[in-house]
DNA sequence: GCTGATAATGATAATATTTCGCATTTCTAT
DNA sequence: ATAGAAATGCGAAATATTATCATTATCAGC
């Protein structure tokens, strides 16, 4: 027996797992912390701001409060569990770290994201930080524009 | 006899011309977006939050309010005087657009910002959003680091 | 399995940033 | 100079995020 849980709902699965994936990173796995971590892994769209977890969480039932949210996902960014990026909406939105690093390809129009790496520019961005002295931390790189679908709807019109 | 208005605290110039300027945007040139778009060619850091801007013009005793700081700039933005920036902390930073598109490496310690152009970069993300059948309307690149100074002053301690 | 120390949570208040509504003022074309 | 349209300043409202604090949940040691 391991420890996978079963939920009617389908929901929110594999809590051991979780479990373990947090004491790993030095959080103790609390109810909220668990819950948000298995609804970010199951959302398609990965990409999600604080509001947005917590509307899904209230979805399913659970009863976690929005400060809550906040505070869970500025412990995650710290233990690296996810990234938060600032899309031009102004807003923080959230992405569960797996797989490897990837920059960003968003639709003005409908909020698509679409994630890319690019290799050559990665190390371009290494050399233009070394060229001015700053020891690199970190970098984001977001690309805006239109998606396909969204050409063709007001192409449509 | 031109447009250059000559004043004692040197700290507004050239009115006719920013007149000029703002007339062939599309916009009315009105004393506040005349000061805003003075203040941003006078001042030496050229990033600058919305209340970055309000208070210097209080300093320079104009009577501007916030409110119409962040009207005119969004208005600048929509005309592409300037250019707004979603800086890690979360708020928007304003740009003057004058010479040619650059990016931005930010010092996380001190908030100090270094501008680069690599046209390889520039290349490779029109070849991305092309990729993915977006039409590209924009992006922003932001390198984050540590400068020179703040290394220097933390190795000091 | 209990239990107590400790840390995390939820509700709400507080803060920060940005926008809105509206009476008043300023521009600009005449 | 003047009227009509647009822009402004002020304060209130909206939005996003953080802080406070009483209550609750977690977990190490028994």
């Given at each position: 027996m391991n420890d996978v849980v079963k939920r009617s709902n389908g929901a929110l699965n594999n809590v051991g797992l979780k479990n373990t994936e947090l004491k790993k990173a030095g959080l103790k796995a609390?109810?909220?912390?668990?819950?948000?971590?298995?609804?970010?892994?199951?959302?398609?769209?990965r990409h999600m701001?604080?509001?947005?977890?917590?509307?899904?969480?209230?979805?399913?039932?659970?009863?976690?409060?929005?400060?809550?949210?906040?505070?869970?996902?500025?412990?995650?960014?710290?233990?690296?569990?996810?990234?938060?990026?600032h899309f031009d909406s102004g807003l923080s939105v959230f992405e569960l770290n797996e797989g490897s690093h990837h920059d960003?390809?968003?639709?003005?129009?409908?909020?698509?994201?679409?994630?890319f790496v690019e290799e050559s520019i990665e190390r371009t961005?290494?050399?233009?930080?070394?060229?001015?002295?700053?020891?690199?931390?970190?970098?984001?790189?977001?690309?805006?524009?239109?998606?396909?679908?969204c050409q063709e709807e007001s192409s449509r019109t």
């Open positions: 609390t109810l909220p912390r668990l819950k948000i971590l298995e609804l970010m892994e199951n959302s398609e769209g701001s604080a509001e947005d977890i917590y509307k899904k969480l209230l979805e399913l039932g659970e009863d976690v409060g929005l400060a809550t949210v906040y505070r869970v996902m500025t412990q995650f960014e710290a233990v690296n569990l996810v990234s938060r990026h960003h390809l968003v639709c003005e129009k409908c909020g698509k994201v679409e994630e961005q290494h050399k233009i930080a070394k060229k001015f002295g700053f020891k690199m931390t970190d970098h984001s790189l977001y690309i805006y524009g239109i998606c396909p679908a």
